[in-house]
């Protein structure tokens, strides 16, 4: 089946909040993350059931075929969901409004995760300026829909020639989320552009056993649970005006990067809290 070219803002049932990180395979996870004695082919069964969502970071570098993605989605338990990074060879074309035919073979490919696929990530060189016109190109070439799924899009932008209210206007007609993402090394722009809101915290510290100190953990699940009721949290960076409360979101969370070692344990940390809040 081919993919459904997006066409609406369409969300999936909205307002839980999943915290998570990059992957499931990383060696210094042994023995703080996962259990001395866990088989390794058994690591993402166990981080599945720690974590809410995983970002999958190898498929940046080489799209698996559908039956791994199959097997990924059965080691996993009801409920939770992948958000999948799209290839590098999309998404460094040069000219994007030409790349139509690969994102629908990748997205059809990543839809074998079946209700285990959640957002599906583009993330943009800081090479990339903002071109209004490629970009509309490229947005219009997302998929709504790829075997049945209903899918959701999340655009990270590295260059700060996106911090522009042309930008925001152009994402939120096509309904398609501006990844908030809290680092010194990128731009970091908290504006709601799509049903549901895509966050990947940079910060985690070797020092903190949960990667971050208590206090910020919990601003985190205070934003996560407002931007999950609807609401856009007004102490976060905006390139324009903050929008009014809407309805509920989808939240995903993910802790990449930095202190590698310590995001799972804050993806942790934060669901918890979240769940509490």
Do not use: C
């Not at 090394?185 to 070797?206: C, I, K, N, Q």
């Not at 999950?228 to 324009?240: F, I, N, Q, T």
Request: glycine share 8%; aromatic share 10%.
């Amino acid at each position: 089946m081919m993919a459904t070219r997006r066409d609406s803002k369409k969300t999936l049932t909205p307002g839980h909040i999943r915290t998570g990180m990059g992957g499931w395979v990383f060696a210094p996870w042994r023995g703080v993350f996962y259990p001395d004695d866990l088989v390794q082919k058994r690591e993402l069964e166990y981080a599945s059931r720690q974590v809410t969502a995983i970002e999958i970071n190898g498929t940046y570098y080489r799209a698996p075929d559908a039956a791994t993605y199959r097997k990924w989605a059965a080691d996993t338990p009801e409920g939770f969901v992948f958000s999948v990074k799209a290839p590098r060879h999309i998404v460094q074309t040069k000219q994007l409004a030409t790349a139509g035919e690969r994102i629908d073979r990748f997205v059809e490919g990543a839809s074998a995760l079946g209700d285990r696929l959640g957002p599906i990530l583009w993330q943009f060189l800081a090479t990339r300026s903002f071109d209004p016109d490629d970009m509309a190109a490229f947005l219009d070439l997302l998929p709504e829909k790829a075997g049945g799924i209903a899918l959701r899009h999340a655009v990270e932008v590295r260059n700060e020639s996106f911090m522009d209210e042309r930008w925001l206007e152009l994402a939120r007609a096509r309904g398609v989320a501006t990844v908030f993402t809290d680092s010194a090394e990128h731009p970091s722009f908290a504006d709601l552009t799509g049903p549901f809101v895509y966050a990947r915290l940079m910060r985690s510290r070797a020092s903190e056993k949960t990667g971050y100190p208590a206090k910020e953990l919990k601003a985190w699940a205070k934003h996560s649970t407002t931007w999950a009721s609807g609401g856009d949290p007004l102490d976060l960076p905006h390139v324009g005006d903050a929008l009014a409360n809407g309805a509920p979101r989808d939240v995903f969370v993910y802790f990449i990067s930095a202190a590698k070692e310590r995001n799972p344990s804050a993806a942790v940390a934060l669901g918890k809290l979240a769940d509490n809040a």
